[in-house]
């Protein structure tokens, strides 16, 4: 079965350091979303990409960077992780036939 | 901007009855989707239902119906014969046009808990 994976499922970091979340799927979706989800606030888009090469800015993204090399891939950067970013961050791909989004498991980060 | 409001953060509800969550968005495109997802304690976002805005009909899901009202920007979730199993975050969402494709906006939730 299809699926989208995201890891690692949970992590710690400190102020400064740089994380990437991974994110794979296997429904060959051209459109790939990073989203954080915090209390209150519900899912906000971070970066998302409708093809290889191609990636865009949410209403969220500063602090944030996303690279897309191939179409089962899109890895989220945190170039200096600041305690603001720990939340929640999920994954999704989306079917252009239904519009339905795809979600990952999430992956929590924290950061001290 | 898109906006997607959930004006109702916590709603309960008594196993067996039905209960309705609240949603509103803010739109100027004609055609376009809506979704609820349900949210459990595991974290996994599931879809419960979608509507197409061009369909007068409103969506049935088995116990998950929708009252989508487009002219008026709402779109209820009516969850009948609750269950134990229907305790969870529902978020609704909106992904914009057909140009805008997937890109989804989300309330802010509604907490259901369910009482046995």
């Known amino acids: 079965d299809a699926e989208i994976t995201q890891s690692p499922r949970h992590k710690i970091t400190e102020t400064g350091r740089q994380v990437t979340l991974a994110c794979h799927q296997t429904?060959?979706?051209?459109?790939m979303f990073w989203y954080r989800q915090d209390l209150g606030h519900g899912l906000r888009l971070i970066h998302y990409?409708?093809?290889?090469?191609?990636?865009n800015k949410g209403e969220v993204s500063d602090g944030y960077s996303v690279s897309r090399s191939n179409t089962e891939d899109l890895p989220l950067t945190l170039e200096s992780a600041a305690s603001s970013q720990t939340s929640v961050y999920f994954c999704?791909?989306?079917?252009?036939?239904?519009?339905?989004?795809?979600f990952g498991e999430g992956s929590r980060l924290t950061v001290l | 901007a898109q906006t997607v409001t959930q004006s109702q953060p916590e709603m309960s509800v008594q196993e067996a009855e039905t209960v309705t969550l609240s949603c509103t968005y803010d739109t100027s495109e004609s055609d376009y989707y809506l979704f609820w997802y349900k949210q459990p304690p595991s974290r996994q976002m599931i879809l419960v239902i979608r509507q197409e805005a061009y369909k007068q009909q409103n969506a049935t899901e088995n116990r998950f119906s929708v009252n989508f009202q487009k002219a008026a920007k709402s779109f209820s979730l009516k969850i009948s014969d609750s269950q134990l199993g229907d305790a969870a975050m529902y978020f609704c969402?909106?992904?914009?046009?057909?140009?805008?494709?997937?890109?989804?906006?989300f309330g802010s939730g509604t907490k259901l808990n369910v009482k046995p």
């Open positions: 429904w060959n979706h051209n459109n």
């Open positions: 990409s409708y093809g290889v090469q191609d990636t």
């Open positions: 999704a791909s989306g079917s252009r036939n239904t519009g339905e989004l795809f």
């Open positions: 969402a909106y992904p914009g046009g057909v140009d805008n494709f997937n890109k989804f906006y």
